[in-house]
C-alpha cells in the first residue's frame, strides 16, 4: 500500500464525482456546458497573445538580439509536447482543474497539491504583470489624447522605491523617459502617516472590472473574448504587414545581422547565453494555452474539443511570435529595445518608422489583448481551487457555485483579491520571473504525469497521443545532445563545475539537467516509455536552467507556505483519507 501522501484518486473517481456536481437537473449543482472548439481556441488566443507579445517581447529582444525567434522555436517546441500531454489528460479527464487533477491521478495527493499551488503563481500572480503592463498602455494611450493621471497613481511603490534610492546613491545621472516618471512619482505624491501615496491605479481598477465579469457568468465571457480576439489578431496582422512592408522596401534587412561589441556581424549579438537569458520574457509569451483544460466542465464535448483547441491556438501563436520577432528586430536595431515596454508601438515612434497612426493603434489594441488575457487567467484560478476543494484539500466554501450565474463565486471573488491586492507592493520584474518559472515547474510534473498512467486504447472521436517507443531514441537523442554540447562550447561540460562565479545558478541546473536526463534514459530503455512526454519533460527542464538563483529561492518559500498549508489542512481534511 502506498504512503498516504502519494495516494492517487482514480480516474474513473474523478469522472464521477464530476458527473456528479454536473448535474444540472438535481440540485443546480453544476457549470454550464456552452463552449465549443471555436471557442476554445479563442480562449487561448485571448491568453497567449498578450502582455507577453505587447510588453515583454521587448526586453526578450534587447537580450537575445534577432536570435530570440530560435528560443522561440524552443519554448513553441517545448509547448507543444506539452500541449499533447495536457491533450491526452484532458480526454481521459475531461473536468475542471487542469494539471492538478491530472497530477492527483498520476503523482498522488503531495505532488497534486504542489502543482495546484504553482498554478496560483501561473494564473493569479501572472495576472499582475498583465495588470501592470495593461496599466502602462492604457495610461500612454491617455497621454496621447491628453489625459493625464498623477505619476504615484500609475506605477507601483516598489519601482519607484527603487529609482528613488538609485538616484540618491547617483545624484549625477540623468532621468529620461519612465525612469523620469518614476522619480517624479516618488517626490510628488502625496505623504500620510510617514508613507508615501503611490500605486497603480489603472491596474487595480481593470482588475475589479475583470473580477465582475467572470463572476456575472462564463457565457458573457465567452462573448467579450471572442470580440477581442478578433480585434487583436487583426492588428497583430496589421503590424506585422507594414513592419514587414518597411523592411523590405527600406532595406533594414542588416538589422538581422547587427554588429555585436567585438565589432562582428551576428545574428545572435549576445551568443546563445543572451538568447537564454530571455527565456522568462519568451516563455511569458506563452503562458495560457494550459489555461484552455480548466473548462473541460464547460465545454459541450471535452474529449474531442479540448485538445483542438490548445494544439490549435498554440501552432498559431508560436507563427506569430517568430514573424512578430524578426519584424521587430528588423525595423529596429535590437539594441535600442532596452527598457521598452511597449515594443510593437515603439517601432513606430518618430525615430523609428515615424507612422504615428500605427502608433495609436497598437496602444489601443494593446489595451484590448492584455484585457482579454486577465479575462482568461480570471477564470482559470477559480476553477482550480473549486477542484482542490472538491477533494477536501480546500475549505468547502472554494467550490461553492452562484445559484444564479453558475460561476465559482467565493473563489472568483478570493481570486480577485489575490491579483488586486499584490499590485500595491509589488512590481512586474518579480512577478514575470516568478510565474514563468512556477508554469514551466507545472508543465515538467504533467508531462512526466503522462508516463506514469496506464496506456488507454485508441477511441474514436476521442484524442489519441501518438505512442512512439523511447528504448532506443531518447537515449540517442540524449547522447547526440551531450556531443553536441561539448564541441559548439569549448570545456562545457567541465565548465559546469564551476559553482562560484557569476554562471553558478545555471551551472548547477545544468548539472541537475543532465543527471535526470541520463537517468530518464537509462528508465525509458527498459520501460519502454513513450517518447512524446520525455520530449515535453526535457524541453521544459532545459528551459528551467535558464532561471536565477534568486528565481529559485522564491519559488521554493513559495512551495515552503504551500506545504505548510497542506500539512495543516489538506492533509487531514482530504476525501482520500476519510475513504
Not at 60 to 84: D, K, Q, Y
Not at 179 to 185: F, G, K, R, V, Y
Not at 381 to 406: A, E, N, T
Request: aromatic share 14%.
Amino acid at each position: 500500500m502506498s504512503h498516504p501522501l502519494f495516494r492517487t484518486k482514480k480516474i474513473d473517481k474523478i469522472l464521477h464525482d464530476a458527473k456528479t456536481m454536473a448535474d444540472d437537473h438535481h440540485g443546480g449543482a453544476g457549470l454550464k456546458r456552452v463552449l465549443t472548439m471555436r471557442d476554445l481556441t479563442f480562449f487561448g488566443i485571448a491568453a497567449i497573445i498578450g502582455a507577453g507579445s505587447f510588453s515583454s517581447l521587448g526586453m526578450a529582444v534587447f537580450s537575445g538580439g534577432p536570435g530570440v525567434v530560435v528560443l522561440f522555436i524552443i519554448c513553441g517546441i517545448a509547448c507543444g509536447f506539452t500541449a499533447l500531454c495536457y491533450s491526452e489528460f484532458a480526454s481521459r479527464i475531461p473536468v475542471a482543474g487542469s494539471a492538478y487533477t491530472y497530477a492527483y491521478a498520476s503523482f498522488g495527493e503531495l505532488f497534486a497539491w504542489i502543482i495546484g499551488w504553482a498554478l496560483i503563481m501561473e494564473y493569479s500572480i501572472g495576472n499582475i504583470y498583465v495588470a501592470f503592463s495593461w496599466s502602462d498602455y492604457f495610461t500612454s494611450f491617455l497621454h496621447k489624447i491628453n489625459i493625464h493621471i498623477p505619476d504615484y497613481l500609475t506605477c507601483s511603490y516598489r519601482e519607484a522605491h527603487n529609482i528613488a534610492v538609485a538616484f540618491a546613491n547617483n545624484p549625477g545621472q540623468a532621468a529620461t523617459g519612465s525612469t523620469n516618471e518614476l522619480l517624479n512619482a516618488w517626490n510628488t505624491a502625496p505623504v500620510v502617516a510617514g508613507l508615501r501615496i503611490i500605486f497603480d491605479l489603472p491596474a487595480i481598477i481593470i482588475n475589479l472590472l475583470i473580477t465582475c465579469l467572470v463572476y456575472r457568468g462564463i457565457k458573457e465571457s465567452r462573448n467579450f473574448s471572442n470580440a477581442m480576439v478578433v480585434l487583436k489578431l487583426s492588428i497583430v496582422l496589421l503590424v506585422i504587414i507594414v513592419g514587414g512592408y518597411m523592411i523590405f522596401h527600406d532595406d533594414l534587412t542588416a538589422n538581422w545581422h547587427p554588429v555585436n561589441s567585438e565589432g562582428v556581424k551576428a545574428f545572435m549579438p549576445n551568443g546563445f547565453s543572451g538568447v537564454m537569458a530571455a527565456v522568462s520574457g519568451v516563455f511569458f509569451a506563452y503562458i495560457g494555452f494550459d489555461a484552455v483544460s480548466v473548462l473541460a466542465e464547460e465545454s459541450k464535448n471535452p474529449q474531442r474539443d479540448l485538445p483542438r483547441g490548445m494544439i490549435l491556438s498554440l501552432i498559431i501563436c508560436t507563427t506569430i511570435y517568430i514573424v512578430l520577432a524578426l519584424v521587430l528586430t528588423g525595423t529596429v536595431v535590437y539594441s535600442k529595445f532596452e527598457n521598452v515596454g511597449d515594443p510593437l508601438a515603439y517601432i513606430f515612434e518618430p525615430q523609428n518608422l515615424n507612422i504615428g497612426w500605427m502608433q495609436m493603434l497598437v496602444a489601443i489594441c494593446a489595451v484590448i489583448a492584455m484585457t482579454s488575457v486577465l479575462l482568461v487567467f480570471q477564470m482559470g484560478q477559480p476553477r482550480i481551487w473549486m477542484s482542490m476543494s472538491r477533494d477536501g484539500l480546500l475549505p468547502p466554501v472554494f467550490q461553492k457555485i452562484h445559484p444564479k450565474y453558475k460561476t465559482p463565486s467565493f473563489a472568483t471573488i478570493l481570486t480577485g483579491v489575490a491579483v488586486g491586492a499584490p499590485i500595491l507592493f509589488t512590481d512586474k520584474d518579480f512577478v514575470l520571473d516568478f510565474t514563468s518559472i512556477a508554469t514551466l515547474f507545472a508543465f515538467v510534473l504533467v508531462c512526466g504525469g503522462v508516463l506514469l498512467i496506464p496506456v488507454k486504447e485508441k477511441m474514436p472521436g476521442k484524442f489519441n497521443m501518438p505512442y512512439i517507443n523511447s528504448k532506443i531514441l531518447f537515449p540517442f537523442i540524449v547522447a547526440a545532445a551531450m556531443i553536441i554540447a561539448h564541441f559548439a562550447a569549448d570545456n562545457y561540460f567541465s565548465q559546469l563545475f564551476d559553482i562560484t562565479g557569476e554562471n553558478a545558478s545555471f551551472n548547477i541546473s545544468s548539472i541537475i539537467f543532465w543527471c535526470i536526463m541520463i537517468m530518464l534514459a537509462i528508465t525509458a530503455f527498459f520501460k519502454n516509455w513513450s517518447l512524446i512526454p520525455l520530449l515535453g519533460l526535457s524541453t521544459c527542464m532545459y528551459l528551467l536552467t535558464g532561471m536565477t538563483g534568486e528565481n529559485w529561492a522564491w519559488f521554493g518559500s513559495w512551495l515552503a507556505l504551500g506545504l505548510i498549508i497542506y500539512f495543516s489542512y489538506g492533509y487531514r481534511k482530504s476525501k482520500l483519507a476519510a475513504a
